[in-house]
C-alpha cells in the first residue's frame, strides 16, 4: 500500500518559514506527480501547487506565488512545500497527496497531514 | 479561478437514506471532477474520479455523474461510516479548486 508520511507540526512566529517533507514509499516515486493541499480550521480544502517528480517542474497557485517552493529529492523519495514569510492565515493542515498520473489528474493517496501553528 | 459551490452545505440522514450532494462549477469543467471523502482529524480519501468512475475498494452505493457544470454524488444507502464530509474537486485547469464540504450528519 502506498504511504505518504509527512513531518510533525510545527509552531512559526510571523514572518518565518517553514517546511514540510513528505516521504514516499511502496511505489516508484518518480512516476507521480505530488500535490500539497491545505485547510484552516472549519475551511475548504485549498491547492498550493504540484510537483512533476521525474523532471522538478513545479506549478503554484498564484495566490501563493513567490512564498511557495515545491521541490523533492529523487533519491530519498521525498517532496518538500516551503512557505515563506508566514503570516497568521496560514495556520493550518498542510496535505501532500499524490496524483494519480506524472501530470495532473486526481489525488489518489494523501499523507497524514501537517499542522502548521502562526503564532507570535 | 473556477468557483465550485456545493449544496447542500450539512445534512441530517438516517442509515438507509438515499443521499444526494451536488456540486456546480463556476464554468465549464468538461468531466474533470472528483469526490472525496473527509472524516475528523484525517486526510481526504479518493471516491470518484472524473465525475463518474468509483475507485477501486469504494462501496458501489456511491455513485457519481454530471458534466460541464453540475455534478452530483449519491449515497444509495447510508452506513453509519459514511457520516463524514464530502468535497469536489475540479481537475480541468490550475489552480486546482475545492468544493466547500458537504457534512453528512447523523439524524
Known amino acids: 500500500q502506498v504511504q505518504l508520511v509527512q513531518s510533525g507540526a510545527e509552531v512559526k512566529k510571523p514572518g518565518a518559514s517553514v517546511k514540510v517533507s513528505c516521504k514516499a514509499s511502496r511505489y516508484t516515486f518518480a512516476d507521480f506527480a505530488m500535490h500539497w493541499v491545505r485547510q484552516a480550521p472549519g475551511q475548504r480544502l485549498e491547492w498550493l501547487g504540484w510537483?512533476?517528480?521525474?523532471?522538478?517542474?513545479?506549478k503554484y497557485s498564484q495566490k501563493f506565488q513567490g512564498r511557495i517552493t515545491i521541490t523533492r529529492d529523487k533519491s530519498a523519495s521525498t517532496a518538500y512545500m516551503e512557505l515563506n514569510s508566514l503570516r497568521s492565515e496560514d495556520s493550518a493542515v498542510y496535505f501532500c497527496a499524490r496524483d494519480h498520473s506524472s501530470g495532473w489528474e486526481y489525488l489518489d493517496y494523501w499523507g497524514q497531514g501537517t499542522l502548521i501553528t502562526v503564532s507570535s | 479561478d473556477i468557483q465550485m459551490t456545493q449544496s447542500p452545505s450539512s445534512l441530517s440522514a438516517s442509515v438507509g437514506d438515499r443521499v444526494t450532494i451536488t456540486c456546480r462549477a463556476s464554468q465549464s469543467i468538461s468531466g474533470y471532477l472528483n469526490w472525496y471523502q473527509q472524516k475528523p482529524g484525517k486526510a481526504p480519501k479518493l471516491l470518484i474520479y472524473?465525475?463518474?468512475t468509483l475507485r477501486g475498494g469504494v462501496p458501489s452505493s456511491f455513485s457519481g455523474s454530471g458534466s460541464g457544470p453540475d455534478f452530483t454524488l449519491t449515497i444509495s444507502s447510508l452506513q453509519p461510516e459514511d457520516f463524514a464530509t464530502y468535497y469536489c474537486?475540479?481537475?480541468?485547469?490550475?489552480?486546482?479548486?475545492f468544493g466547500q464540504g458537504t457534512k453528512v450528519e447523523i439524524k
Open positions: 510537483i512533476k517528480t521525474d523532471t522538478g517542474n513545479t
Open positions: 474537486q475540479q481537475s480541468y485547469i490550475i489552480p486546482w479548486t
Open positions: 472524473s465525475a463518474s
